[in-house]
């Protein structure tokens, strides 16, 4: 997604879960979900949504570093990701949970296959002989 001029990609890095894990109480990733991110305040929960979204941009910017050493990291802010208007934020915000999830390779579930009505047994002796 383009964030102020630039295009900002997400990576869950071994640094990206450490930042996470920094910003929950006691260090415990569970709290930071549970405590903040879900169970918080607008304030509360809008400050971890940025947490992760910095995080997970400065995974990938220093990954790129690490495999190109001439690459110059530029990870979000949190005052980047704090100025941006709500559809923005949320939308940021939906593709780092998604790298965060699953590594940003959402699949879309097949359809389950529709349910058949149960046959009569005047109707299933017609279809066996």
């Known amino acids: 997604m383009e964030i102020n001029g630039r295009d900002v990609r997400f990576f869950r890095s071994v640094l990206a ?7 929950a109480p006691d260090g415990d990733i569970k709290r930071f979900w549970n ?3 879900l169970g918080g305040s607008y304030s509360v929960s809008q400050r971890a949504a940025a947490v992760i979204m910095t995080a997970l941009s400065e995974g990938y910017e220093i990954a790129q570093h690490a495999a190109d050493p001439k690459y110059r990291p530029r990870p979000l802010t949190e005052e980047e990701v704090m100025s941006l208007k709500y559809p923005e934020f949320n939308a940021l915000y939906n593709e780092a949970i998604a790298e965060w999830f699953d590594g940003g390779k959402r699949t879309v579930e097949p359809d389950p296959e529709p349910k058949t009505e149960k046959k009569t047994e005047e109707e299933e002796a017609g279809a066996s002989g």
């Open 35 to 37: 405590e903040q991110l």
């Open 17 to 23: 879960n450490c930042k996470v894990a920094d910003a």
